[in-house]
């Protein structure tokens, strides 16, 4: 949360204290014209000394009461405030003008750091202190109407004084609070910034609900049912070692890239980038179900492969000779998932069996194969046709496990699916009609038939 600027924050501080202080000041230049001018005591006068204690005393329990009680300091001062103006007004013996003026700057003080409720409440107190300042003093009300022009014309000009540096605060505070909401935007587009920065080091879901302040930055996990896809590229370690480090590098960003965003059309949550490898799981923190979650991670690997394929004809046009192929692996099953290690350096991720089967699954993957274990198997039947491969022994693994090789989608979800793919010698063809743009489709027709009518023209031995 945006802190206000410190000017700003000393003018909130100061300003009733300033204007409370003012206000005292026209009291005393009341009562110093009322005794110049006859028209009180002269023993009236120890009221100037004393109305000076009252204002530092009053500062000195505001600081007092912001320390201790900050909610109620404002409204316990605002109500003496009330309760001594009442006095004051007895003191000078209801005079019209000097009373018009201490119930004007009560006013303007209540409705400044007050509300209408506070308001109310500091007109009472001010009314129950005339009346028992009038007790003490005494009700001579013929001086209402006897006032001597020289009080009246210093309580005008007291209280000009003081609407005038009321309206000169209240400018400052403007600007002050302008400055403070200009501040506090850069400092939350700062912050946003910084927060789209971060969440690349993140997976989208995480960082999304601690954005949103659904989920806490520190050490808990629990444990879920989750879908667990791993996946590498065969035989990385040769490539790598055959390549140019810029163009690996450059390759494999874009195969994280591609991979990357078909995992996030599918909701999968991606762990981390392992080397070649990539560790996605679903479930968690967002799940819409066992076989939900198990049925979009199976049809987000079998994206993946027809992706590779784009990718090798990509990056075969540019003269790349070396044919990159992905296994993959997919399990279902119990993990602890959250935030693993210190707190100075975690990492969300996922531990438990099923993470280690499916690493063992793509292991042992032939190049461009999905295998999945029989849990997962029993999720997705429905949708996706399976074959089977038998029990397979894996390294790490006690007891040899069922396994099933994802052939592709059942031919209902074919016939629903945007995608169009053939590959022969000679011949290879990727097409998403999803992605096809309406006004591509013209040109897209025309060159499938040029190349019809060339290849019905062509003799081929």
């Known amino acids: 949360m945006a802190v206000p600027s410190p000017q700003l924050q000393q003018l909130l501080e100061l300003g009733s204290r300033h204007m409370r202080l003012l206000a005292y000041m026209v009291a005393v230049s009341i009562f110093a014209s009322g005794v110049y001018t006859g028209m009180y005591h002269p023993r009236i006068i120890a009221l100037i000394p004393f109305t000076l204690v009252l204002a530092y005393g009053q500062s000195w329990l505001h600081r007092r009461l912001s320390n201790r009680v900050p909610s109620q300091a404002t409204s316990i001062t605002l109500l003496l405030d ?4 009442g006095f004051g007004i007895a003191s000078i013996h209801y005079a019209l003008v000097p009373m018009l003026v201490f119930i004007a700057m009560l006013n303007a003080s209540a409705l400044s750091f007050g509300n209408l409720f506070l308001w109310i409440f500091t007109g009472f107190f001010c009314l129950f202190g ?27 000009i007291g209280a000009a004084f003081y609407f005038g540096l009321t309206a ?4 400052e505070q403007s600007r002050a609070l302008i400055n403070a909401q200009t501040q506090i935007r850069e400092q939350q587009d700062e912050s946003f910034q910084l927060s789209r920065k971060l969440a690349k080091y993140l997976p989208t879901q995480v960082w999304e609900s601690i954005f949103k302040g659904k989920r806490d930055a520190k050490l808990q996990t629990q444990r879920k049912k989750l879908t667990i896809f791993f996946s590498d590229i065969k035989d990385f370690t040769e490539a790598s070692d055959e390549m140019p480090p810029d163009l690996l590098t450059e390759m494999l960003n874009t195969y994280f890239e591609h991979m990357s965003k078909i995992a996030l059309r599918y909701g999968g949550t991606i762990d981390k980038f392992i080397g070649d490898a990539i560790l996605i799981f679903y479930g968690d923190p967002v799940s819409r179900g066992n076989k939900e979650d198990a049925t979009a991670c199976v049809s987000m ?18 003269n790349i000779d070396k044919p990159l192929h992905i296994r993959m692996g997919i399990t279902t099953g119990y993990c602890h998932v959250g935030n693993f290690g210190s707190e100075t350096r975690m990492s969300y991720t996922i531990i438990g ?9 793509q292991s042992v993957a032939s190049p461009d194969e999905i295998l999945i274990s029989n849990e997962t198997y029993l999720l997705v039947r429905e949708h996706i046709m399976c074959r089977e491969k038998g029990a397979v022994s894996l390294r790490g693994i006690a007891k040899p496990i069922q396994v099933w090789e994802v052939v592709d989608f059942h031919a209902d979800m074919k016939n629903q699916s945007s995608w169009i793919e053939h590959e022969l010698d000679g011949f290879v063809m990727h097409m998403d009609t999803n992605k096809v743009k309406n006004y591509d489709k013209d040109r897209i027709v025309k060159a499938l038939e040029l190349a019809a009518k060339q290849l019905k023209d062509t003799h081929i031995l």
């Open 301 to 318: 690997a079998v994206e993946m492969r027809r992706e590779m394929q784009i990718l090798r004809q990509k990056w075969q046009s540019e």
């Open 130 to 156: 005339s009346l028992l300042g009038g007790m003490i003093f005494g009700l001579e009300a013929g001086v209402i109407d006897n006032t001597p022009t020289a009080v009246n014309v210093v309580a005008l």
């Open 168 to 171: 000169f605060r209240s400018r």
């Open 353 to 361: 069996r099923d993470a280690n089967l499916a690493a063992r699954l």
């Open 82 to 85: 009330g309760l001594i103006t």
